[in-house]
């Protein structure tokens, strides 16, 4: 019974596509990483200003400056542009997170065409052992009753 190892010739090509698919894992890892912090900056401004205008309610109960009140205040219309432009650059994140994540799934098709070319190409190499296993034992079970029949005719003959 013979039985020849089974090769797939693109298997070069399948190892690219594996390495392209996790380049782009990657990259989405990066891109998500950026929005999870860009996030987490415009939570923080938005703590930060609120800590800023409960210290600034506290302090309108006693006397306050007008230098004060308009240095605070100026602080304030500061955060909010600042949240402005996070919240902006979180859009383009995102809109880049999106991208790179339709890159990935992309390349895992391209990866996931190549394994199922390879899965079908090693199923027909399995049949085709299988089918000339079965064709050599079908040759040997003819000869053996070649075998059977001749040594049958053998001993017919003496006897004659």
């Not at 065409?113 to 199923?123: D, G, S, V, Y």
């Amino acid at each position: 019974m013979s039985s020849k190892k089974f090769k797939f010739r693109l298997e070069p090509l399948l190892n690219i596509r594996k390495y392209k698919e996790k380049e782009r894992q990657k990259e989405l890892a990066e891109a998500q990483s950026r929005v999870l912090k860009q996030v987490t900056s415009i939570k923080s401004m938005d703590d930060h200003r609120l800590n800023t205008m409960d210290t600034q309610r506290q302090r309108l109960t006693g006397s306050i400056s007008l230098a004060e009140a308009l240095v605070c205040s100026r602080y304030l219309v500061k955060l909010k542009r600042d949240r402005m432009t996070g919240v902006e650059l979180l859009h383009g994140l995102r809109k880049e997170e999106d991208v790179r994540r339709s890159r990935l799934i992309e390349a895992a098709k391209e990866r996931k065409i190549f394994e199922m070319l390879r899965e079908k190409r090693e199923r027909r190499h399995l049949e085709e052992i299988d089918k000339a296993d079965q064709k050599e034992l079908d040759e040997v079970a003819a000869v053996g009753d070649r075998r059977n029949k001749e040594k049958g005719r053998r001993k017919k003959s003496p006897s004659r």
